[in-house]
């Protein structure tokens, strides 16, 4: 079993509609969690972090976690054209041990 | 500019031929990590560290080794090169809440 999933996609939505792009995870021990945008041939780069059970909101992005169904979601509100990327998914279990998903590709139609 | 610097940012080498990449970081960061990223396999943490002189093995350390002599720096070696290890190779440091990722390595091992 795969430490992180995510549906690879590829994940299709018109200009201004919002994207929803989800991950779970297999260690109810993971501790920290992690939305990361890689551009093709680009290094990843960190969008946001959610700790606690919830939502948090940081601009147009949100990011929710649910521990009790070890689920991660991440949504993009009004999607623009320079949100087509590769979404990656990653938790920190212990230490700074992380584990990535093989992430979802996003494209937002213009 | 806070910044995570690796290089080379191409190589290609025989197999068997010792390298190594070097990765410096400028952000006094504690934890940095390598990665490689392989399609369909995604990012799979080959080392990390939390620490001087603090290292431990990742997902897939077979092959490889690592030193961090001094905070800044943690270069990655491979001390005999196989062609599996042909990869786009991250180096990345962390303060504790998420990664920052150089620019990436792109290795070639024939």
């Known amino acids: 079993q795969k430490e992180v999933e995510q549906n690879s996609g590829p994940l299709s939505v018109p200009e201004g509609a919002i994207a929803s792009l989800n991950c779970t995870y297999s260690d109810r021990g993971s501790q920290s969690f992690f939305w990361y945008r890689q551009y093709s041939g680009k290094s990843p780069e960190l969008i946001m972090f959610?700790?606690?059970?919830g939502d948090k909101e940081d601009g147009r992005f949100t990011a929710q976690l649910n521990k009790a169904s070890q689920y991660v979601s991440l949504l993009i509100r009004d999607s623009q054209p320079s949100d087509s990327a590769t979404y990656l998914c990653?938790?920190?279990?212990?230490?700074?041990?992380?584990?990535f998903g093989t992430g979802t590709s996003l494209t937002v139609i213009p | 500019e806070a910044q995570v610097t690796q290089n080379p940012r191409y190589l290609i080498t025989v197999t068997g031929k010792k390298l190594t990449v070097t990765c410096s970081q400028n952000?006094?960061?504690?934890?940095m990590s390598w990665y490689r990223q392989d399609p369909g396999l995604g990012l799979r943490q080959i080392y990390y560290s939390m620490n001087v002189e603090v290292t431990d093995k990742g997902d897939v350390p077979e092959g490889y080794k690592v030193s961090r002599k001094e905070k800044r720096n943690f270069p990655l070696i491979l001390e005999s090169p196989s062609p599996n290890q042909t990869s786009l190779y991250f180096c990345?440091?962390?303060?504790?809440?998420?990664?920052?990722f150089g620019s990436g390595t792109r290795l070639t091992v024939v």
């Open positions: 990653a938790v920190n279990k212990a230490g700074n041990q992380f584990y």
């Open positions: 959610i700790y606690s059970n």
């Open positions: 990345a440091s962390s303060a504790g809440f998420g990664y920052t």
């Open positions: 952000m006094n960061h504690e934890y």
